[in-house]
């Protein structure tokens, strides 16, 4: 059983920051991809960023050139800085893992996932 941990989600400003993190734990493997994703209620969950073991990214339009992932090489923690945060990125945040085979492109198809943590961008 894989676990996933999310930290770091709260309430900021228009134009604000915020980082959030997230630790694996259990049957994770360092080799696997690690991601974050994120659903606002009524609509489709959304993949935004991915992390290879490697350190290669992918990130989804929508946060493109705002929104950092990281994490050491095949390491079992991931961060997302977000920068320049808008009212639209109000959602939960769900720190996600699996082979890297599940992350061939930005379906939201990994298999586990933490509980996730809300972000609200508000004034």
């Known amino acids: 059983q894989v676990q996933l941990a999310e930290s770091g989600g709260g309430l900021v400003q228009p134009g604000g920051s915020l980082k959030l993190s997230c630790t694996a734990s259990?049957?994770?493997?360092?080799?696997?991809?690690m991601g974050w994703s994120r659903q606002v209620p009524g609509k489709q969950r959304e993949l935004v960023a991915t992390?290879?073991?490697?350190?290669?990214?992918k990130y989804a339009d929508s946060v493109r050139g705002r929104f950092i992932i990281s994490r050491r090489v095949s390491g079992n923690t991931v961060s997302l800085q977000m920068n320049g945060l808008k009212p639209d990125d109000t959602a939960v945040y769900y720190c996600?893992?699996?082979?890297?085979?599940?992350?061939?492109?930005?379906?939201?198809?990994?298999?586990?996932w933490g509980q996730g943590t809300q972000v609200t961008v508000s004034s």
């Open positions: 259990g049957s994770f493997y360092g080799i696997w991809t």
């Open positions: 992390i290879t073991s490697g350190g290669n990214t």
């Open positions: 996600n893992t699996d082979q890297p085979v599940r992350y061939m492109s930005m379906s939201d198809s990994p298999r586990y």
